[in-house]
């Protein structure tokens, strides 16, 4: 639980966590020394801690409040902890008991969702995913990261998104860089029916499709695939991780970053004619 977040976000929530137990130490009237003395661990483990360098498990919390005499204020502590852990959470440790609840979560996730803005370089986002397109893609995935194959279970949780679609209430801006259309992430056939998918829902009323050409002159430079929903949190899907996001700064950069592809994304029939052409090269 020492991995350390390139998101702010996370390592913000982390240094308040060690603020709030720095706190119950001096309250206790403690030292450092006298803490690590208690809890029975080098000194370098509690000053990692209150540096917010290392976050604490529930067994090294519930070590703390004791020896501080709070041990009213443990499980809070822990619940805290946990959701500062969520922030930045590895594939593998996501996976590690196949693919599934994961796109079960994240179901629930744009259920809750009004406004969902999302920019992809690699892949389509996964509510616009054939079942052909997403089998192939998970297939991989979970070759890549040695975690169990619960693909057909996974691939079926993941095209469930696409019901927001077509239930009021739901709203999808979507921004994918050329390339997605032209990267051969399954096979012909395949791609074939998930770029003939895309045509198809572009028309709902509930879906804003941009395609950012090749050709268009860049003033934001090609990014990390990211989600930001209702404008109040993001999250972001690096090779190894996904990162969740609710600083508000770091919320408007991302916000900003959005706005400037936009810029440079084409849509209705210029769009159409690009998706048009991946298929073209696919004969």
């Known amino acids: ?138 297939h991989q995935i979970t070759r890549f990261q040695g975690t169990p194959d619960d693909v057909a279970e996974a691939v079926a949780a993941r095209v469930a998104r696409s019901r927001f679609l077509y239930e009021g209430g739901h709203r999808y801006v979507v921004l994918m860089e050329e390339s997605v259309l032209r990267f051969r992430t399954a096979d012909p056939e395949a791609m074939r029916g998930q770029l003939r998918h895309l045509l198809t829902v572009m028309p709902l009323a509930s879906l804003s499709l941009g395609i950012i050409p090749f050709t268009a002159q860049r003033t934001v430079w090609p990014l990390e695939a990211f989600y930001v929903h209702d404008d109040s949190s993001a999250v972001v899907e690096t090779l190894t991780a996904e990162i969740k996001v609710t600083q508000p700064r770091e919320i408007a950069d991302y916000m900003k970053a959005f706005a400037g592809l936009a810029e440079m994304a084409v849509h209705g029939d210029a769009a159409r004619d690009l998706i048009r052409a991946a298929m073209d090269a696919l004969e």
């Open 1 to 138: 639980m020492t991995t350390t977040s390139p998101s702010s976000s996370a390592q913000s929530a982390r240094e308040a966590l060690a603020v709030r137990l720095t706190h119950l130490r001096k309250d206790a009237g403690l030292t450092g020394k006298d803490l690590s003395a208690r809890c029975g661990w080098h000194p370098a483990k509690t000053t990692r801690i209150q540096k917010g360098a290392a976050l604490p498990s529930d067994s090294d919390i519930r070590t703390w409040c004791t020896a501080c005499g709070a041990d009213d204020q443990a499980d809070d502590l822990i619940a805290t902890a946990r959701a500062v852990d969520s922030m930045y959470m590895e594939w593998r440790r996501l996976h590690q008991g196949g693919m599934r609840q994961v796109q079960q979560d994240w179901y629930d996730l744009h259920a809750q969702t009004r406004i969902c803005r999302v920019y992809l370089s690699n892949v389509p986002p996964g509510f616009l995913q054939t079942p052909a397109f997403a089998t192939a893609l998970m």
